[in-house]
């Protein structure tokens, strides 16, 4: 029960969150896209948010900047944080510009928002749970793609929904975060893909 536990704080890891967020764009939009635009974004995607905070997660370990991957104190997450918020620009700048799909070039910005929040709060000592700013954020853009296309995702939403419940429950139980340190980390995900709505809904 206790590996199961720990596997879905590894099989979520907010790393993944957002290309499963685009992938859900593509796979329920239905404007057309070339398939080769669409696999180039997903690859460099996967790149930048998955394979290049891998690389540098082991360079900071190497050097002694960080313990785990769950970079479980305040000091831990500073540098990482940094670094994301980094990858998010050049995403925006090079690989979803606001000219191109508009939607998901907002939800970079909200995730952009959130992991801003997240470095201010780090640098202030406060520890919100990163897995749930992930998830939250992924769940409020599908919400927002369900209103802007006017597609039933109710399926979807509510298989989010467990996601993030089982990752509460993870975090919980691995005593990785308290109460309200899953929830500030829900709400920083979410309020910014909401306060974003206004630009491409």
Known sequence: MNWLIKSISFIFHPIIMPVLGVVFY????????????????????SILTIILP??????????????????????????PLILNVIICIL?????????QIIELYFFFIGILISNII?????????????????????????????VHFGKNLNGSL??????????????????A????????????GLVPQLMVFQYWL
Request: net charge positive; hydrophobic share 55%; charged share 15%.
């Open 26 to 45: 593509f796979s329920k939009s239905p404007r057309f896209l070339p398939r080769d635009i669409i696999e180039a974004k997903l690859i460099s995607l």
């Open 54 to 79: 891998i690389l540098l997660y082991f360079l900071l370990k190497t050097i002694g900047k960080t313990k785990s991957i769950y970079l479980e104190t305040t000091k831990e997450r500073i540098i």
């Open 91 to 99: 995403i925006l700048l090079r690989v979803l510009p606001s000219n």
């Open 118 to 146: 997240c470095l201010v709060l780090a640098i202030l000592k406060f520890k919100a749970s990163i897995h749930m700013i992930a998830i939250a954020g992924v769940i409020m853009f599908a919400i927002g793609i369900s």
């Open 158 to 175: 509510a298989l989010f929904c467990l996601i993030a419940g089982a990752i509460a429950t993870s975090r919980l139980h691995l005593k």
């Open 177 to 188: 975060h308290s109460n309200t340190e899953l929830i500030f980390g829900f709400f920083i």
